[in-house]
């Protein structure tokens, strides 16, 4: 099983800061990682796929980067509805999801 | 507007059995392959279970291989989860997710609001 190491576990930010996530396999997923945001009591929401492509709507304050086993989730600007928590997910090797970055107001 | 409905969940003693299900609605659900994903309280997510478009095909993780069933109902949009032999670790809220090919692979492009499972005496 690939496992996904997320860093940190809790990130605090001001609005208007940058937040820079990072996500680590166990071994190469190549670019078959998905990053997706969760707000407290919902489903989780699809931001990021094949590492760096955008979902349907997502703004462009968000993006991401990485391959093989380093990865990145970068929000340019947060804004007060981007507080919540990312998941990275690798679709390499079946499926196998990080344990979560939650992303705090400072 | 595409959407994913679960239901069933619910309070089962440590041996019991489950019977989740997922109604979709908005797409056509015969065309996706759909999985279920759960999230025990204050963990990640772990993906459990998946069914092919036309179920020919099924996949377990390992943590529930021989105790879940997976399948679906093209002809009423439903997909369902069959829970035996339910363990404390199986407590989680338990999510349908639609499946999609991009690039590399498959992911999770609309995910159903959740249903909670307590496993517990």
């Known amino acids: 099983e690939i496992v996904m190491t997320q860093s940190p576990a809790t990130l605090s930010v001001s609005p208007g800061e940058r937040a820079t996530l990072s996500c680590r396999a166990s071994?190469?997923?190549?670019?078959?990682l998905a990053w997706y945001q969760q707000k407290p009591g919902q489903a989780p929401r699809l931001l990021i796929y094949?590492?760096?492509t955008r979902a349907t709507g997502i703004p462009a304050r968000f993006s991401g980067s990485g391959s093989g086993t380093e990865f990145t989730l970068t929000i340019s600007s947060l804004q007060s509805e981007d507080f919540a928590v990312y998941h990275c997910q690798q679709y390499n090797n079946w499926f196998t999801f990080g344990g979560g970055t939650k992303v705090e107001i400072k | 507007e595409v959407q994913l409905v679960e239901s069933g969940g619910g309070l089962v003693q440590p041996g019991g059995s489950l019977r989740l299900s997922c109604a979709a609605s908005g797409f056509t659900f015969s065309n996706y392959a759909m999985h279920w994903v759960r999230q025990a309280p204050g963990k990640g997510l772990e993906s459990v279970s998946a069914?092919?478009?036309?179920?020919?095909?099924?996949y377990y993780a390992d943590s529930v291989k021989g105790r879940f069933t997976i399948s679906r109902d093209n002809s009423k949009n439903t997909l369902c989860l069959q829970m035996g032999s339910l363990r404390a670790e199986d407590m989680a809220v338990y999510y349908c997710?639609?499946?999609?090919?991009?690039?590399?692979?498959?992911?999770?492009?609309?995910w159903g609001q959740g249903t909670m499972v307590t496993v517990s005496s």
């Open positions: 071994r190469s997923v190549r670019s078959n």
């Open positions: 997710a639609r499946a999609v090919n991009v690039g590399g692979g498959i992911i999770y492009d609309i």
């Open positions: 094949d590492s760096s």
């Open positions: 069914i092919g478009s036309d179920a020919d095909t099924t």
